[in-house]
């Protein structure tokens, strides 16, 4: 479907983003070269009168996406995770980038979920609401289950919806190719990386299997984690365009004056906002990236109560560990040791010098260390962290630029609740009980532990690996004697042995 035919789609696009007051932001944003930006003006000057008006009490970058539609608002979304690509500025405008749209019939959704699960809704569902809340990809209803009498929240896919974003998708890989043809300067920003990663977040957010199954997982994860709760999957009356969760009964955590009247401590529940996510960022790897306000709820026991798995992130161990460290050093003011992991994981080249790359972290630490509790933040922090690497070489990760994201985020909504919130103190036990755990004598041994138990399951294979190995020598005329062969077969057959009993060994440790 990529081709000319989606060049209208462009010129719609960028008669929208001229009317709208945005060409401007994204070019400079983009750090547009002179041959894109008049090629941008021929597409969008002549044609402004056939874009779209927008809303105009909102700023330019989220006034056009929003009048563009669905597919340009979850661009929006996703790209303001990508302060690396379109700037702090845009970024800051997506981020509250509105995501209300008009609903689609009741009875259409009924539709969806009778085709979808292969059951009359009627003999699901007790009651069921006319929309509570309509986004740019599904909408949700409220539900009673007929079976149970528990009250439901049903999301379902916009009809039509895949098709409508795959011709978007389209009109955005053409895009990416102008931008290519006319710009190779801004081949840097990686534009056909940057539509592919949006791809591929979408189709997973267009089959509600994959958003269950976050769901499921974050829910399993957090089982033992006070004071939060992740609502149950209704596994019966989910599938690809239908998914179905506990509803959560809570005040919104917007809503600061009826928290407070509902007698709940804001300030307790500010701080495990923030420790609930570096638990589930350090300890499990896999953490809400998109935890704000409106995905939140407190509950009548005060509980925080997660919504909205579409976005998650995940952090392998490597990376857990490396993140841990560069905090905890950042901490105790231990610019060298910062110096040190950023060198050892190799996020650095070797080549640099690591005294000078210390002492320009010293530069990002003592400002902010030196400000008042209130104003210091661990998302700026890692924003002018990101600053320093990158002039010492580090590439872009975009795992980090999405956990910096929503560590700005989850301060946010901490300091909405208290205002006076100390980051380094609350999040300074996460950090070392995870430290503790995770690095040190007792992280070795479980690191050998695991290593030696995936050996031992090559213990079978090794004589004939040996073999292999030395018929392949024999044939290149380098083979040793028969007896050596034997020998060697013999050891390596042995040395899988002891691999294994090592491994069960430690591993009882």
Same mark, same amino acid.
């Given at each position: 479907?990529?081709?000319?035919?989606?060049?209208?789609?462009?010129?719609?696009?960028?008669?929208?983003?001229?009317? %709208?007051?945005?060409?401007?932001?994204?070019?400079?944003?983009?750090?547009?070269?002179?041959?894109?930006?008049?090629?941008?003006?021929?597409?969008?000057? &002549?044609?402004?009168?056939?874009?779209?008006?927008?809303?105009?009490?909102?700023?330019?970058?989220?006034?056009?996406?929003?009048?563009?539609?669905?597919?340009?608002?979850?661009?929006?979304?996703?790209?303001? %995770?990508?302060?690396?690509?379109?700037?702090?500025?845009?970024?800051?405008?997506?981020?509250?980038?509105?995501?209300?749209?008009?609903?689609?019939?009741?009875?259409?959704?009924?539709?969806?979920?009778?085709?979808?699960?292969?059951? @009359?809704?009627?003999?699901?569902?007790?009651?069921?609401?006319? &929309?509570? =809340?309509?986004?740019?990809?599904?909408?949700?209803?409220?539900?009673?289950?007929?079976?149970?009498?528990?009250?439901?929240?049903?999301?379902?896919?916009?009809?039509?919806?895949?098709?409508?974003?795959?011709?978007?998708?389209?009109?955005?890989?053409?895009?990416?190719?102008?931008?290519?043809?006319?710009?190779?300067?801004?081949?840097?920003?990686?534009?056909?990386?940057?539509?592919?990663?949006?791809?591929?977040?979408?189709?997973?957010?267009?089959?509600?299997?994959?958003?269950?199954?976050?769901?499921?997982?974050?829910?399993?994860?957090?089982? %033992?984690?006070?004071?939060?709760?992740?609502?149950?999957?209704?596994?019966?009356?989910?599938?690809?365009?239908?998914?179905?969760?506990?509803?959560?009964?809570?005040?919104?955590?917007?809503?600061?004056?009826? +928290?407070?009247?509902?007698?709940?401590?804001?300030?307790?529940?500010?701080?495990?906002?923030?420790?609930?996510?570096?638990?589930?960022?350090?300890?499990?790897?896999?953490?809400? =990236?998109?935890?704000?306000?409106?995905?939140?709820?407190?509950?009548?026991?005060?509980?925080? +109560?997660?919504?909205?798995?579409?976005?998650?992130?995940?952090?392998?161990?490597?990376?857990?560990?490396?993140?841990?460290?560069?905090?905890?050093?950042?901490?105790?003011?231990?610019?060298?040791?910062?110096?040190?992991?950023?060198?050892?994981?190799?996020?650095?080249?070797?080549? *640099?010098?690591?005294?000078?790359?210390? *002492?320009?972290? *010293?530069?990002?630490?003592?400002?902010?260390?030196?400000?008042?509790?209130?104003?210091?933040?661990?998302?700026?922090?890692?924003?002018?962290?990101?600053?320093?690497?990158?002039?010492?070489?580090?590439?872009?990760?975009?795992?980090?630029?999405?956990?910096?994201?929503?560590?700005?985020?989850?301060?946010?909504?901490?300091?909405?609740?208290?205002?006076?919130?100390?980051?380094?103190?609350?999040?300074?036990?996460?950090?070392?009980?995870?430290?503790? @755990?995770?690095?040190?004598?007792?992280?070795?041994?479980?690191?050998?532990?695991?290593?030696?138990?995936?050996?031992?399951?090559?213990?079978?294979?090794?004589?004939?690996?040996?073999?292999?190995?030395?018929?392949?020598?024999?044939?290149?005329?380098? =083979? &040793?004697?028969?007896?050596?062969?034997?020998?060697?077969?013999?050891?390596?057959?042995?040395?899988?042995?002891?691999?294994?009993?090592?491994?069960?060994?430690?591993?009882?440790?």
């Amino acid at each position: 479907m990529r081709g000319p035919h989606n060049i209208w789609r462009l010129i719609r696009t960028g008669a929208t983003l001229e009317r %709208t007051g945005a060409m401007t932001v994204v070019l400079d944003a983009f750090q547009a070269p002179a041959s894109l930006r008049m090629a941008a003006r021929v597409l969008g000057w &002549p044609f402004a009168w056939l874009g779209h008006p927008g809303d105009e009490t909102q700023p330019p970058a989220t006034r056009a996406l929003s009048a563009l539609g669905p597919a340009y608002i979850k661009f929006g979304q996703v790209l303001s %995770t990508r302060p690396d690509v379109v700037g702090d500025e845009v970024a800051g405008q997506l981020r509250v980038l509105q995501d209300k749209l008009p609903p689609f019939p009741r009875d259409e959704a009924l539709a969806t979920i009778a085709s979808e699960l292969g059951i @009359d809704p009627d003999e699901l569902f007790s009651h069921f609401s006319e &929309p509570v =809340a309509a986004a740019s990809i599904a909408q949700v209803h409220k539900a009673t289950l007929r079976a149970t009498g528990e009250e439901v929240a049903v999301k379902v896919l916009r009809p039509g919806i895949e098709r409508a974003f795959q011709k978007d998708v389209d009109a955005f890989y053409l895009a990416a190719k102008v931008i290519d043809l006319l710009a190779p300067q801004a081949r840097r920003l990686k534009p056909m990386d940057v539509i592919e990663h949006f791809e591929g977040v979408v189709l997973g957010e267009l089959d509600l299997r994959m958003e269950s199954s976050s769901a499921a997982e974050f829910a399993a994860n957090t089982a %033992t984690d006070e004071g939060f709760r992740v609502p149950r999957v209704e596994w019966g009356a989910s599938s690809r365009r239908v998914m179905t969760l506990g509803w959560a009964h809570g005040i919104s955590a917007s809503d600061v004056v009826a +928290i407070e009247t509902a007698g709940h401590d804001r300030h307790a529940l500010g701080e495990r906002v923030l420790q609930l996510f570096l638990k589930h960022a350090l300890r499990d790897g896999f953490f809400h =990236a998109d935890m704000h306000q409106g995905n939140l709820k407190i509950g009548a026991d005060g509980e925080i +109560i997660a919504l909205d798995f579409g976005i998650m992130g995940r952090l392998d161990e490597y990376t857990r560990r490396v993140y841990a460290e560069i905090i905890y050093g950042f901490i105790r003011k231990d610019y060298r040791r910062v110096a040190e992991v950023h060198f050892e994981a190799g996020y650095v080249p070797a080549d *640099r010098d690591i005294d000078d790359f210390a *002492r320009a972290l *010293r530069s990002v630490g003592e400002p902010i260390f030196g400000m008042d509790a209130s104003r210091i933040s661990m998302g700026r922090l890692l924003s002018y962290l990101f600053e320093v690497t990158e002039r010492f070489g580090m590439e872009t990760r975009t795992e980090l630029i999405l956990l910096q994201r929503t560590m700005v985020v989850v301060e946010g909504v901490a300091r909405s609740l208290n205002p006076q919130i100390n980051i380094w103190r609350v999040a300074q036990p996460v950090v070392e009980d995870y430290i503790r @755990d995770n690095v040190g004598p007792k992280a070795m041994l479980r690191d050998l532990s695991r290593t030696f138990v995936i050996l031992s399951r090559f213990g079978p294979k090794l004589p004939d690996m040996a073999e292999s190995l030395l018929m392949a020598q024999s044939q290149s005329r380098i =083979a &040793p004697a028969p007896r050596r062969m034997r020998w060697l077969a013999v050891g390596a057959g042995f040395g899988g042995f002891v691999v294994a009993v090592l491994a069960l060994v430690i591993g009882a440790l």
